[in-house]
């Protein structure tokens, strides 16, 4: 490492021991070969390595060698750097299996649109020495939204009548959000509720990680919409309700009542929670199996939404 | 609207060419129809390709591919009895919007064409809801003309 770097590591390292000092890299292709102690030097600025970000999910952790945890080391500020790493790659919804692709080029076009804009995950684009485009992403100051909700100690009828009503006036942003990507053709790609944070300091929700893109032709909405649904009927019922974990039999639950794609997930809410209002079922069950409409757009579900809004508030 | 003047919107899937087998059937023996094979063509996804040369290859394959479907959609709808006159080839561009369908509908209405033959993937519900249907779409929006949908 030149005397240059090891001075600015020596100078901004994070209050914890850097053990060894690695080797900078300007081209990261090779980003499995980056890891802790190194330094990428992308945008003028060094990055020192303190590992790779993991995926948590349903209980499990997966490594992503191409998105590493950094300190810039000329700010001292926390930094992820998502490094280029194109694939294209299958993914199973219920039944379905969707070809995705994973693309820098795409996250880097977002970030650049909504640059500023607190409803998104904020970060800029550089590219290395050999072209590559590297994503420095500032860390958003917030939690996901399904932890905050399974942390949330109530009865799901207090929840629904006293909490939710805030929940579903800030998901209707976020839902308006991704109407903005939509305007502007683009998508978010991978919509799932561990994807929404909400800001520590004012409680709003922010989109992160939108690298994802799929090949819809005909309805190049759908896969947002179907996520925007899954997390709707999360934060309506404060969790997942398996038809398996309810007394289906009492409730007269039958797979009709079920999600299209998650046979054994209960959408259609009013038949465990008969508060539920009428106006805000009805949107949960153009997600059911039995549903032959579909929203194809973000307004055609806020129509239908935004009403439900006014219904649990005169409540 | 003509119901003699024909449009078939074709990709180069098997589905589309069970469309043009059927309305060749159809159509070989009848008299004074004009036959017009449509391709909607959209660009392959630019962020799904590492560079520039292998989204460039793609589009050229598409496009090699399409060419050898309208020559031989052209070719069956001859040998059925249509004259190789009254068969006309159509090439649209399609950005994201407005939707293939409703590109089709486009041209149905500019064209005139009383009848529109498309062919259809069989798509389950899930599918349908992920990725939309052109042909549900045309059944549900298509004015003055008859719809074809051939399975």
């Not at chain 1, 001075?7 to 994070?14: D, N, Q, T, W």
């Not at chain 1, 880097?108 to 804009?117: C, E, K, Q, S, Y």
């Not at chain 2, 249907?133 to 929006?141: A, E, G, I, Q, R």
Request: charged share 25%.
């Amino acid at each position: 490492m030149p005397e240059s770097v090891r001075a600015l590591v020596e100078r901004y390292k994070p209050p914890v021991t850097v053990g060894s000092f690695g080797a900078v890299f300007t081209d990261t292709s090779q980003f499995m070969d980056i890891g802790y102690g190194d330094v990428i030097a992308v945008g003028q600025s060094h990055y020192l390595v303190m590992g790779d970000e993991r995926e948590r999910r349903f209980g499990m952790e997966d490594p992503k060698f191409w998105v590493k945890r950094c300190i810039e080391l000329e700010s001292g500020a926390y930094r992820i750097l998502k490094l280029e790493f194109q694939e294209t790659f299958d993914q199973h919804i219920g039944p379905l299996t969707i070809t995705c692709h994973r693309s820098a080029v795409k996250e880097a076009r977002i970030l650049r649109l909504v640059t500023g804009d607190p409803r998104f995950m904020q970060g800029q684009t550089y590219k290395d020495d050999h072209g590559n485009l590297v994503r420095v992403l500032e860390r958003v100051a917030g939690r996901r939204l399904d932890l905050n909700i399974e942390d949330i100690h109530a009865e799901h009828r207090e929840y629904f009548h006293e909490i939710f009503p805030g929940i579903l006036t800030r998901f209707i942003a976020a839902c308006r959000a991704i109407h903005h990507l939509h305007q502007h053709g683009e998508t978010h790609g991978d919509i799932r509720r561990d994807h929404l944070y909400v800001d520590f300091k004012t409680g709003d929700y922010c989109w992160i990680d939108f690298d994802y893109g799929y090949d819809s032709v005909e309805n190049p909405f759908g896969l947002d919409l179907f996520g925007l649904g899954n997390i709707l009927s999360f934060i309506s019922g404060k969790g997942v309700h398996a038809i398996q974990d309810v007394d289906a039999e009492a409730h007269g639950i039958t797979e009709a009542d079920c999600a299209l794609f998650f046979r054994h997930r209960v959408v259609n809410l009013r038949k465990l929670f008969p508060y539920v209002p009428e106006e805000l079922n009805r949107v949960l069950m153009h997600y059911s199996s039995q549903s032959e409409v579909y929203y194809e757009t973000v307004p055609e579900l806020l129509d239908d939404l935004e009403p439900c809004l006014d219904t649990l508030r005169r409540a | 609207m003509d119901f003699r003047n024909i449009l078939i919107s074709v990709d180069a899937s098997d589905n589309a060419l069970r469309a043009v087998d059927y309305a060749a059937a159809i159509l070989g023996p009848a008299k004074g129809v004009r036959v017009t094979l449509l391709y909607i063509e959209r660009a392959p996804n630019r962020d799904r390709f590492e560079s520039e040369e292998a989204w460039l290859g793609q589009c050229q394959l598409d496009h090699e591919r399409v060419f050898e479907f309208l020559t031989k959609a052209r070719a069956v709808l001859v040998a059925a009895g249509v004259p190789d006159t009254a068969v006309f080839e159509r090439t649209v561009l399609c950005s994201a919007e407005p939707s293939v369908a409703q590109t089709i509908l486009d041209v149905q209405q500019e064209g005139g064409f009383g009848t529109l033959v498309v062919g259809r993937r069989g798509l389950t519900k899930g599918e349908e809801f992920l990725f939309g249907s052109v042909s549900t779409k045309l059944v549900h929006n298509a004015k003055n003309c008859a719809v074809w949908v051939v399975q």
